[in-house]
């Protein structure tokens, strides 16, 4: 028995674009299909133009698709329940902030500006039809290893790219019901501390 296709739109207090509220982060992903080569190439051009503090662009990714040694390294670096879901997103991708040029001068907006990129490979890969899932829960040097990152590279999240998949069939019950509950955020008037 496959679960529902759930209607996960957000309930806004404002209008906005369809393709936002429309986003979430399911932890259900396909385990066979392999990912659209071009959806993915549009994702990480989206990535590419987001904006940066003097178009420093203090971005990098690794790009894992399952069945390599890579994407395999990528999901024994998570945490958690994590490791539990994550190996069957076609694709891992680590987003690494670049924290410092070559000469060693600081970039204070490094992470700004990788969530930036990241927010447009997320919208762009939803506005194709794949779904996206980002993660904290892993171990950084495990990455930094992996891929022999300079120090100046810090990788900060790992993202789950793919097609949806049949959550009653690949997620245990306590993650079937995270993937079913409303979606929830702080209403806006407390997140403004101040307006004039």
Known sequence: MSTPVLDRTAPTEHPVL???ADRWSPRAFDPQTPIDESKLASALEAARWSPSANNSQPWRFVVARRGTELHDGIQAALMGFNQAWAGNAA????AIAETANAEGAPYTHAAYDLGQAVAHFSVQ?????LVVHQMAGFVPDQI???VDLDE???PTTVI???DLG???ALLPEALQEREAAPRVRRA???TIVASA
């Open 18 to 20: 369809d393709v936002l």
């Open 91 to 94: 694709v891992l991708i680590v």
């Open 125 to 129: 890969a939803h506005h194709d039809g």
């Open 144 to 146: 930094r290893q992996l």
């Open 152 to 154: 100046r590279f810090a």
């Open 160 to 162: 789950a790219v793919g």
């Open 166 to 168: 049949d959550a009653a």
């Open 188 to 190: 806006l008037d407390e």
